[in-house]
């Protein structure tokens, strides 16, 4: 069973930047690949970025490739998304996602293909 909390959502201006936080619980944090999603209002969940579990392999969506990094510190288990250049379109809930797998160097893109949750955090940017 892993727990996730992400942190570090809240309101800025376009062009800033932020990043967000997300806390695992557990012992074997680098054996499960990560991602990112995010959610706005009357729209569907969408993939934002995804780490495998060593860390050393990142996909992107194409809407924040070159403004967002994804990052993760297994000693701290905690994975974060750097995010710079926002935009007002880049408003919505952000949640991280995890699953356990076998081949360090795996990434997952489709949310449906993640066991576990956090309860996500707002992003809202201003124009």
């Known amino acids: 069973q892993v727990q996730l909390v992400e942190s570090g959502g809240g309101l800025v201006q376009a062009g800033g930047s932020l990043r967000l936080s997300c806390a695992a619980s557990?012992?074997?944090?680098?054996?499960?690949?990560m991602g990112w999603f995010r959610q706005a209002p009357g729209k569907e969940r969408e993939f934002v970025a995804a780490?495998?579990?060593?860390?050393?392999?990142?996909k992107y969506a194409d809407s924040v490739k070159g403004r967002f990094t994804i990052s993760r510190d297994n000693a701290k288990n905690t994975m974060y998304l750097q995010m710079s250049s926002l935009k007002p379109e880049d408003t919505a809930g952000y949640y991280c996602?995890?699953?356990?797998?076998?081949?360090?160097?795996?990434?997952?893109?489709?949310?449906?293909?993640?066991?576990?949750w956090g309860q996500g955090t707002q992003l809202t940017v201003s124009s």
């Open positions: 780490i495998s579990g060593s860390g050393g392999v990142t």
């Open positions: 996602a995890a699953v356990w797998s076998f081949a360090s160097g795996s990434y997952y893109t489709r949310a449906r293909e993640y066991t576990y």
């Open positions: 557990g012992r074997t944090f680098n054996t499960y690949s």
